[in-house]
């Protein structure tokens, strides 16, 4: 399973990605899109914390890419972790 990009403008343009319920797709709420993106915002209001987190990177991905990087420059210098 994949999911689209979340935008900071999601609340606004009314595109995906969205969640399919027995009354028709939605908009994802704002812990579903927090557990995407992999952090929490302390914000009550939904549009505030959709634009953040639509300007942030996932936080898994960055941290896994750090982590290889730091690996690959590690063994480039010739130390082991």
């Given at each position: 399973?994949?999911?689209?990009?979340?935008?900071?403008?999601?609340?606004?343009?009314?595109?995906?990605?969205?969640?399919?319920t027995p009354y028709g797709p939605r908009l994802l709420r704002q812990h579903?899109?927090?557990?995407?993106?992999?952090?929490?915002?302390?914000?009550?209001?939904?549009?505030?914390?959709?634009?953040?987190?639509?300007?942030?990177?996932?936080?898994?991905?960055?941290?896994?890419?750090?982590?290889?990087?730091?690996?690959?420059?590690?063994?480039?210098?010739?130390?082991?972790?």
């Amino acid at each position: 399973m994949k999911i689209p990009t979340l935008v900071r403008s999601y609340h606004k343009i009314n595109t995906g990605p969205f969640v399919e319920t027995p009354y028709g797709p939605r908009l994802l709420r704002q812990h579903e899109a927090e557990r995407i993106m992999g952090c929490e915002i302390d914000c009550d209001h939904y549009a505030t914390a959709i634009e953040i987190l639509g300007q942030g990177v996932q936080t898994r991905v960055f941290k896994e890419i750090l982590a290889q990087v730091g690996r690959f420059l590690a063994e480039a210098s010739g130390q082991k972790r």
